[in-house]
């Protein structure tokens, strides 16, 4: 059993930037392929970015150069870097832990781009 808590969501004007967190806990973090996944009102949950147990990286194309995942094993935590934030990039935001068949949810983070 994994358990996701995710962080750092807010208001932002356009064109600022935000930095997502997720510490996890209750099993080997460095096993995990890690992403964060994102819900606006009315829409389907979507891919915004992964990372894998070694560190290869894979993003929407929406957010492709604007956002950056990485993940730090020893603190068993995922970032999500977000730069030039737009109005559209407005969702909840969530993480995600994966490894074979089982996965796991955080409860999400809120992200509003607006001025």
């Known amino acids: 059993q994994v358990q996701l808590v995710e962080s750092g969501g807010g208001l932002v004007q356009p064109g600022g930037s935000l930095r997502l967190s997720c510490a996890a806990s209750g099993s080997i973090f460095s096993w995990y392929h890690m992403g964060w996944y994102r819900q606006a009102p009315g829409k389907q949950r979507e891919l915004v970015a992964t990372i894998t147990s070694g560190f290869s990286t894979n993003y929407a194309d929406s957010v492709k150069g604007r956002f950056t995942i990485s993940r730090d094993n020893a603190k068993n935590t995922v970032y999500l870097q977000m730069n030039s934030l737009k109005p559209e990039d407005t969702a909840v935001y969530y993480c995600?832990?994966?490894?074979?068949?089982?996965?796991?949810w955080g409860q999400g983070t809120q992200v509003t781009v607006s001025s």
């Open positions: 995600n832990a994966r490894r074979g068949v089982m996965e796991y």
